[in-house]
């Protein structure tokens, strides 16, 4: 699970705007999405993504940023409201289709604390590779192959 910090609600358990750990009881939980880690789309794209291609992925993994980082979501089932076109795989794990399903975006989502962790991100190829279910975040994959980011 992945901790963050968030505000307690003021006065209710300290000091206004004083800072704990969550998950905590009566903690005041932001009601949008905080996504982990742009760092990672961009290295994708950056490093993985074919040059003459770069420009319009940045903009669908940009477009998907800004949509995810509104998101409200509270469950699975409210998730497949809004986009209809992820494929749920587990409760916490989630695909989704990018550039008209030629990329696939792989994330972990915690409902509870609005945090979603990109996972790997890769071609409809290099998907059909892996076990959406096991893979797990290589940073290796999204750095620069020279070193020189």
């Known amino acids: 699970m992945v901790s963050h910090i968030c505000r307690k609600r003021s006065g209710r358990y300290g000091a206004p705007g004083e800072r704990a750990f969550a998950p905590m009881a009566g903690a005041a939980y932001p009601e949008r999405v905080r996504i982990i880690s742009r760092g990672t789309l961009k290295g994708f794209v950056r490093n993985r993504v074919e040059p003459r291609l770069q420009r319009v992925v940045r903009e669908q993994l940009d477009a998907w940023f800004a949509l995810v980082s509104r998101a ?58 892996i076990d959406v279910k096991q893979v797990k975040f290589d940073k290796e994959r999204y750095a620069d192959p020279t070193g020189s980011n």
């Open 72 to 129: 409200e979501w509270k469950n699975p089932a409210e998730l497949k409201q809004s986009h209809r076109n992820a494929s749920i795989v587990s409760s916490e794990r989630v695909v989704f289709n990018i550039k008209g399903n030629e990329y696939r975006l792989v994330v972990a989502v915690d409902y509870n604390h609005g945090i979603v962790l990109v996972v790997w991100v890769g071609t409809h190829r290099e998907y059909d590779r």
